[in-house]
């Protein structure tokens, strides 16, 4: 099954780390993190795993969590 990174605006206060660390997220003219493209689920590549895990574990607010994705 794939998986996607969920980012929980409601939570988030947009530092950046999440950015810092995921190639497929940017900034929104607030400095909120958003998915290129559009949206708060980035599908996880192959070889991003372990950098999502990291922006989940590192994200101060507890914003970022994993979901299963119909993306394959
Ligand atoms: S690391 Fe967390 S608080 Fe920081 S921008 Fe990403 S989701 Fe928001």
Redesign the pocket.
């Known amino acids: 099954m794939s998986e996607s990174l969920h980012?929980?605006w409601t939570?988030?206060?947009?530092?950046?780390?999440?950015?810092e660390l995921m190639a497929g997220l940017r900034r929104d003219e607030w400095g909120?993190?958003v998915v290129v493209g559009g949206g708060s689920d980035l599908p996880i590549a192959p070889g991003e795993r372990e950098a999502a895990e990291d922006?989940v574990a590192?994200?101060?607010?507890l914003?970022?969590s994993f979901r299963p994705s119909s993306a394959a």
């Open positions: 980012i929980d939570r988030c206060r947009g530092r950046g780390v999440c950015v909120y993190p922006a590192l994200c101060p607010l914003a970022l």
